[in-house]
């Protein structure tokens, strides 16, 4: 059973850094991509980031580019959201999402609250 468990969100204030991690189990992580999204409050899902199986390839959005680093740790099955100059547009519930075979995202996590503010 594929389970993705996400942790880090927090209260940060503007310019602030904070570090999300998802725990991945139920599947052979090392195996496949694994994505960032997140979800402001009264806004549709924004995709973030992805990484490749073992770390060489990152992709970003063009709104969270140069401040957010995705990584993972295949040993740890833990995929990490390093985010720095944090705003208040990044408050929102942020999810980590298994890539499927087709190439979309099947399986995803319940989220971690980022709040911004001062």
């Known amino acids: 059973q594929v389970r993705l468990v996400e942790s880090g969100g927090g209260l940060v204030q503007p310019g602030g850094s904070l570090r999300l991690s998802c725990a991945a189990s139920?599947?052979?992580?090392?195996?496949?991509?694994m994505h960032w999204v997140r979800q402001a409050p009264g806004k549709g899902l924004e995709w973030l980031s992805v990484?490749?199986?073992?770390?060489?390839?990152?992709y970003y959005a063009d709104s969270i580019q140069g401040r957010f680093t995705i990584s993972r740790d295949n040993a740890g099955n833990t995929l990490y959201l390093e985010m720095h100059s944090l705003k208040s547009e990044d408050a929102a519930l942020y999810y980590c999402?298994?890539?499927?075979?087709?190439?979309?995202?099947?399986?995803w996590g319940k989220g971690t609250l980022l709040t911004v503010s001062s």
């Open positions: 999402a298994k890539s499927s075979v087709g190439g979309g995202m099947d399986y």
């Open positions: 139920g599947f052979t992580f090392s195996t496949y991509w």
């Open positions: 990484i490749d199986t073992d770390g060489d390839t990152k």
